[in-house]
């Protein structure tokens, strides 16, 4: 007879499973840089007398995932306010010039990292002055270069820096895998209202896994493995989670198997939570790389 002890070791098992699930542990590393598409409009502003529109830029915000971030929740804080002003709008910061100098503007979310966005502002007589010096010198040594972005800061349309490349491969690797994730939460969660194996669960736990966690399992691993990360560091921890799921559809289809018949196969319940257990440890490394990964981009 199943003992106790048996059905909740797996329970417990597999309780950790879900909660260690690179879904939930990728999006609590995420910024808003990855959760929503950021555009700045230009980091470096002109402080003048007359009406001008490089005395302000926009800091905005599109495309979000909205299960990471809300456009009605964005914030910001300016870090030297004599230098600029920031007013928060929906989706989007505006940023003005008060004075010269170089100032800090931090953006975040609830729940997400935040994003550091550096501006420099030059007054026009300042602007003049650099020009007389370039037009003075005969070598040019002396010009600042103002497409050079700011040390820190995300470049905006007028920088000749773009983005990091690895940073949009790696928003859209987190987009990929969002769509994805109603197979992995469909199964695991079914799996989990399901762990309790006795006699007189079996048939109930049998058509749950049959109709409803290996197939969302399989159609998850099928998605997984369709994901090609164009980074090739990106791509080797991405390899990790699919070899973790990979062992976790065959648990989940061995664990089916042991309660297909009347009588419970214990020897294939326990060879699935052999599968179970190297799975997790796959899965877990993936965590850990990611987030190892996703520190180059603060």
């Not at 470096?44 to 926009?58: C, G, H, P, Q, R």
Request: aromatic fraction near 8%; charge should be positive; hydrophobic fraction near 35%.
């Amino acid at each position: 007879m199943f003992s106790k002890e048996r059905a909740m070791g797996f329970l417990a098992f597999l309780l950790a499973a879900v909660f260690i699930l690179p879904a939930s542990a990728f999006a609590a590393s995420n910024t808003l840089a990855t959760a929503c598409k950021m555009e700045v409009t230009r980091t470096s502003l002109v402080l003048s007398d007359k009406f001008t529109l490089e005395d302000s830029a926009l800091i905005k915000f599109s495309a979000c995932d909205w299960k990471l971030a809300k456009y009605d929740t964005i914030s910001s804080k300016v870090e030297n306010p004599a230098v600029v002003s920031a007013k928060d709008g929906v989706g989007y910061v505006d940023v003005k010039a008060v004075g010269p100098g170089t100032s800090k503007v931090t953006v975040t979310a609830p729940g997400l990292e935040p994003v550091d966005v550096v501006f420099t502002v030059t007054s026009v007589k300042d602007q003049k002055g650099t020009n007389n010096d370039r037009d003075s010198s005969t070598n040019g040594s002396s010009s600042t270069n103002n497409n050079s972005s700011p040390s820190g800061g995300i470049p905006g349309n007028d920088q000749t820096e773009q983005v990091d490349p690895k940073l949009k491969q790696l928003q859209a690797y987190s987009k990929q895998i969002d769509n994805i994730t109603k197979y992995e939460k469909k199964a695991l969660d079914t799996a989990s209202m399901n762990s309790y194996i006795s006699s007189t669960t079996r048939k109930k736990a049998y058509l749950a896994f049959n109709n409803t966690v290996v197939p969302n399992y399989t159609n998850f691993v099928v998605e997984l493995k369709k994901i090609k990360p164009a980074d090739p560091k990106l791509a080797v921890v991405h390899n990790k989670y699919i070899q973790g799921a990979s062992l976790q559809l065959q648990a989940f289809t061995l664990i089916k198997q042991s309660v297909a018949s009347t009588t419970i196969n214990w020897k294939t319940f326990d060879q699935g939570n052999e599968k179970l257990r190297a799975g997790v440890k796959y899965i877990d490394q993936y965590n850990k790389d990611m987030k190892t990964y996703m520190k180059q981009f603060n």
